[in-house]
């Protein structure tokens, strides 16, 4: 399967954004990450659709949305709008999910649906053969620069096995304390897509880092 790196913007540089989204331009990664954030589902605040539409403006690669926001459908047009080409939803505010990813889908987004460290991927069962990405979350959402939790290896292992039976198309993306330790084995447990931000952008050499990154997956 294709491999996807997605290095996650809410570690750039926000006051030279144009400067890091060229760098991601230029450089091996596949996606551009954008975590939106609303305080209410998660403890932070990030940004909304002025800025991701700015994104979009030099962004010349597939723009991975991930909401971290409750009520996520009321806003699924405006995301459309502002560039999203990949929209992510959690399971923990959707309690009408199968209507959400109809409503995704009708705006011609590819759909994605996350899940907490706490979340078990059976919930998605019933739901697997009608996304197209599922978001393991390998840290609690809302701020980068977190550690890595140890048991998202199994949680992937066990999607991946779901996964072969039915949908093999599905990428699985895993977000959270990915580096170039743990990269390798996530992808051996079956992780196609993977979100890296404070080890990118806290590196010495971001776009050498997403080189080695996409080189170990
Ligand atoms: C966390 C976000 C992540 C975050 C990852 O809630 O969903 O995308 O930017 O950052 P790192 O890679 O630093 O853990
Ligand atoms: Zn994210």
Known sequence: MK???APSLLSADFGNLQRDIEMINNSEADWFHIDVMDGVFVPNISFGMPVIKAINKHAKK???VHLMIVEPDRYIKQFKEVGADILTVHYETCPHLHRTIQAIRAE???VGVSLNPHTPVSVLEDILSEIDLVLIMSVNPGFGGQS???ATYKKIQKLTEMKNEANPELIIEVDGGVTDQNIEKL???G???F???SFVFGSENPSETIKR???LA
């Open 62 to 64: 597939t723009m991975d």
């Open 3 to 5: 491999k996807y790196i």
């Open 187 to 189: 992808a051996e447990a």
């Open 148 to 150: 890595f939790i140890e």
């Open 191 to 193: 992780a196609n897509a």
């Open 195 to 197: 979100v890296a931000g």
């Open 213 to 215: 990154l996409k080189e």
């Open 108 to 110: 011609g987004m590819k």
